[in-house]
C-alpha cells in the first residue's frame, strides 16, 4: 500500500510542472524549438529507461517469450496514437490560452474519465462516488476562476475559438487514452500474450512485484517519429531533415519539458499497477492545485479566495470518494442486533417459568 501513495506523490509533483516548464519555454508567446520534438524526445526518454530497466531484470532471470499474435499487438497501437495527438494538442492549446485557462479546461477530463471509466471498464461508482467526481471538477475550476471584480476576469473568454476547441479535444483525448490503457492492462483476457508482449515490447519489471509499465512507448516512439518525418514532407525539408533540427532551439528549460513529461508517464503507468484512471485524476487535479501555488512565486500570480475555496472543496471531494461510506453516513441504530433479541427472548421465558 505505500507503493500506492509514493507513486501518486510523485505523479502530483511531476504533472504539476508540466504547464509551469512548457510556459518558461516559451520566447515572446512562442516556442524557439519545434514542440514536436519535445514528444518524440520523452517517449525516446521512456524507452530508454523501460529498456535498461529490462536488461536488469533479463540478467536476474531467464526472458519470457514473446508473442508475435496480431490479435494482441494490434492493441496497442492506439494509445500511442491517441498520445501522440494529445501532447501535440497540448503544446498547440497554450499557444492560444493562457496556463490558467489552459488548466480551467482540462477539467473537464475529470467528468468524462468517470463516464467512460464507468461505460468501458464496466466500474460501478457509488452516487456518493460520482457527487465526489463532480464535486472536484467545480472545486479545481473554482480554484482557478479569477475574481470577478478584477478587469482581468474576462480573460478567460477572451482567447481565440481555436484555444477553446482544442483545450475540450485535449481533455476527452486525456480521458480516452487513460482509460484505454487501464483496460488493456487489466481487462484483456489473453493473458499470456498480454505478459508476453508487456515484457519484451516496452515493459519492464522494476521488482519483484512486477510494477508493469504499458506496451505503448515502443509505438509512442515510432509514431512520434514518423509525425516528425510526416512534418519534414509536408514543409518540403525547407529546414533540413527533422534529426539535424532535432535540438535547435533547445534550453536547460526545454530538456526539463521533455524529462518532466517522460518521467510523468512512467509514474503514470507505475501509479496504474496499484490503481486506477480515478486515482490517477485525483492526482492530476491536486497537481493543478499545486500548480496554482507555484505560480503565485513564478508568475506573480495573486493568490484568490477562489483559490482557497478550491482547495477546501477538493479535499472534501477527495474525502468523498476515497472515504469508508460509514464515516459519511452516520444513521442512528434504530434495529437491535439479533444476538440482543435472542437474549431479550431467553430472558422473557426464564422469567416467565
Not at 3 to 20: E, K, N, P, R
Not at 39 to 57: H, I, Q
Not at 129 to 145: K, P
Not at 190 to 204: C, G, R, V
Request: hydrophobic share 45%; proline share 3%.
Amino acid at each position: 500500500m505505500e507503493w500506492y501513495f509514493v507513486a501518486a506523490l510523485l505523479t502530483i509533483l511531476t504533472s504539476s510542472q508540466v504547464g509551469i516548464l512548457t510556459t518558461l519555454s516559451q520566447s515572446n508567446g512562442g516556442y524557439k524549438y519545434d514542440y514536436a520534438t519535445v514528444p518524440f524526445l520523452a517517449e525516446a526518454f521512456k524507452l530508454a529507461v523501460s529498456g535498461l530497466l529490462l536488461w536488469r531484470e533479463c540478467q536476474n532471470s531467464s526472458p519470457r517469450r514473446m508473442t508475435t499474435e496480431w490479435k494482441s499487438v494490434r492493441l496497442y497501437p492506439i494509445p500511442s496514437i491517441i498520445y501522440l495527438i494529445h501532447n501535440n494538442v497540448q503544446f498547440a492549446t497554450l499557444t492560444y490560452v493562457d496556463t490558467s485557462t489552459y488548466q480551467i479546461m482540462g477539467n473537464l477530463k475529470i467528468v468524462t474519465t468517470g463516464i467512460l471509466f464507468r461505460l468501458f471498464l464496466q466500474r460501478k461508482l457509488s452516487y456518493l462516488q460520482w457527487m465526489a467526481i463532480v464535486l472536484l471538477a467545480i472545486g479545481t475550476t473554482t480554484s482557478q476562476v479569477k475574481g470577478c471584480g478584477e478587469s482581468s476576469c474576462e480573460s478567460l473568454f477572451s482567447a481565440p475559438i481555436q484555444g477553446y476547441m482544442l483545450g475540450i479535444l485535449s481533455a476527452c483525448l486525456s480521458a480516452s487514452a487513460g482509460v484505454y490503457t487501464e483496460f488493456l492492462m487489466k481487462k484483456n483476457n489473453d493473458s499470456f500474450d498480454m505478459d508476453a508482449l508487456l515484457s519484451y515490447i516496452t515493459n519492464f519489471q522494476v521488482d519483484s512485484h512486477n510494477h508493469k509499465v504499458h506496451a505503448d512507448i515502443l509505438f509512442g516512439v515510432i509514431f512520434n517519429m514518423a509525425r516528425l518525418i510526416l512534418d519534414d514532407f509536408t514543409g518540403g525539408f525547407e529546414n533540413g531533415p527533422w534529426w539535424q533540427r532535432l535540438l535547435n532551439g533547445y534550453s536547460i528549460t526545454t530538456w526539463l519539458v521533455v524529462l518532466n513529461l517522460g518521467s510523468t508517464g512512467l509514474l503514470v503507468s507505475w501509479l496504474m499497477k496499484y490503481a486506477d484512471n480515478i486515482v490517477k485524476v485525483y492526482s492530476t487535479s491536486m497537481a493543478m492545485l499545486l500548480t496554482m501555488v507555484l505560480s503565485i512565486y513564478l508568475f506573480n500570480f495573486k493568490p484568490t479566495l477562489q483559490l482557497f475555496l478550491g482547495i477546501i472543496i477538493c479535499m472534501m471531494s477527495l474525502h468523498m470518494y476515497f472515504a469508508p461510506p460509514s464515516m459519511l453516513v452516520d444513521l442512528p441504530s434504530t434495529e437491535k442486533s439479533a444476538s440482543e433479541n435472542l437474549n431479550e427472548v431467553y430472558v422473557e421465558r426464564r422469567t416467565d417459568s
